[in-house]
């Protein structure tokens, strides 16, 4: 199946961490669906061996990826590694190697997988949380189970982050009673494959029903048009005893039909001055043109030309019935949009005065403008005088501070308080912390420990 052939390419491609070239295979498997018969499973192994899709892989990194994918699909091995666990009796640390499975992890003493030492049994009231670093050891984090609590370290914090996200995925997948994510991948693409076979014999029954169906009325045509040649033999007897009969009413239809065209002439100049009301009288006029052309096939037929005939008068009874009530609403429309007009004209000089007593309110406003503008400037330079003597007065502050801060243990500015409390001086409440008193006793001490 081509669409398990990619899914299996593509999982040993993200395992060897190279990209998925989805375009090349695209080629591949046109190549592939042309084969009837697939791929052999030794046909499969060459193709994973030949380095079309794992370009640049060496053998060691295919083997490992295809260990990688046969863990995970085979084995339902989740993630696996080495980790260090807290025992539970003597509280040292060893290390194991990890396997984490749908509803279990087991750690070994080793990677080979000999010697087993533990199970940890996964199910829906687990959870798993990062811990502080302690103990000397980092990366931690903890699985709590109903009967116990494993602590575990990572050997760095990607690990740790990836671990406590597999774990936690299967515990979700548990409590929502889900498989694996691989198995339910593989149940879809299965049960995409029914379904689209399911489709596929629904259309070859369709196509098998339509073949039949065409038959069928290859077969009625086959009649019918026996039933014709019939009739026409039957027509050609008749022919000769109808044919006085169709001179003359070949004759009254050319004078009919040569005053219709007159009058269809007339009423094609009309239609081309009218606009898109009209286009139902131009159907119409098409339905009168088709049906000329019936009346001269009807010639044939002396009963069905007559019923045409008859059909043919009372169309133009009613299209010169149409064609006077359509003057007379040309003529209410023309009457309505002459009112139309002159309803505009007295809206359009009502606009002309609004505008000029606009244009006056403008003038006034650009007079109050100009007087802002003179107010605005006058601002500017009271804005000018007051902004330099702040500068005068910043720069004589500024030279007063410098000579307070000579004397920073007599003279101290005014400033906010600390919440905490004041200690009490001589000359009042001080206006530093105890904590600052203390960093300035053991400055004043290391400015005479140097100077002695």
């Known amino acids: 199946v081509s669409a398990q052939i990619e899914y299996l390419l593509k999982k040993i491609t993200e395992a060897m961490g190279a990209g998925w070239q989805q375009e090349q295979f695209d080629h591949y498997k046109i190549a592939l ?12 192994i060459d193709l994973i061996g030949s ?15 295809i260990n990688e994918v046969f863990n995970e699909l085979i084995l339902d091995v989740l993630k696996q590694g080495y980790l260090l666990k807290k025992g539970h009796k003597r509280k040292n640390w060893m290390e194991r190697w990890f396997v984490l499975k749908p509803n279990i992890i087991s750690y070994y003493v ?30 931690l984090f903890l699985i ?7 602590e575990i370290s990572a050997s760095d914090k990607k ?10 995925s299967t515990v979700n997948l548990l409590r929502a ?23 596929q014999e629904e259309l070859e029954r369709q196509m098998k029903e339509l073949q039949a169906a065409n038959e069928n009325k290859q077969k009625e045509l086959e009649t019918v048009r026996k039933q014709l040649e019939a009739a026409a033999a039957r027509a050609a007897e008749e022919e000769k005893k109808r044919l006085q009969t169709q001179v003359e009413l070949q004759d009254r239809f050319s004078l009919e039909l040569e005053r219709e065209k007159m009058v269809r002439q007339k009423m094609e100049e009309q239609v081309a001055q009218k606009s898109s009301e009209l286009e139902q009288y131009l159907q119409r006029v098409r339905e009168l043109e088709e049906m000329y052309k019936q009346l001269q096939e009807a010639l044939e037929d002396e009963k069905q030309a007559r019923q045409d005939e008859e059909t043919v008068r009372k169309l133009q009874a009613r299209l010169l019935e149409e064609e006077t009530a359509k003057r007379a609403e040309l003529e209410k429309w023309h009457l309505q949009q002459q ?27 650009m007079q109050q403008l100009k007087q802002l503008e003179l107010e605005r400037k006058e601002a500017l330079e009271q804005y000018e005088e007051v902004k330099k003597k702040l500068e005068t007065a910043a720069n004589n ?5 410098d000579k307070v801060a000579h004397h920073e243990g007599l003279i101290r500015l005014i400033e906010p308080g600390s919440k905490n409390p004041h200690l009490i001086t001589n000359w009042g409440p001080a206006a530093f912390t105890e904590a600052e008193l203390e960093e300035r006793q053991r400055s004043w001490k290391g400015k005479k420990a140097t100077s002695e």
């Open 110 to 139: 080793s990677e080979d997988l000999k010697d087993k030492k533990g199970d940890i049994i996964l199910d829906g009231n687990c959870c798993v949380e990062a811990l502080p670093d302690k103990d000397g050891k980092k990366c």
């Open 144 to 150: 709590k189970c109903l009967d116990k609590t494993f």
């Open 397 to 401: 502050t500024k030279s007063w501070k």
């Open 159 to 168: 690990k740790k982050q990836e671990w406590i996200q597999a774990i936690q």
């Open 51 to 65: 380095g079309q899709f794992s370009k640049g892989m060496d053998r060691q990194t295919v083997s490992m990826a």
């Open 177 to 199: 009673r889900s498989p694996p994510p691989h198995k339910e991948a593989r149940q879809k693409r299965k049960e995409l494959r029914q379904k689209l076979l399911a489709e």
């Open 339 to 365: 009112q139309t007009i002159q309803m505009t004209e007295a809206e359009k000089q009502e606009l002309e005065n609004q505008r000029m007593m606009k244009e006056q309110a403008l003038q006034v406003a």
């Open 33 to 44: 669906n042309t084969s009837r018969e697939g791929l052999s499973a030794w046909e499969l």
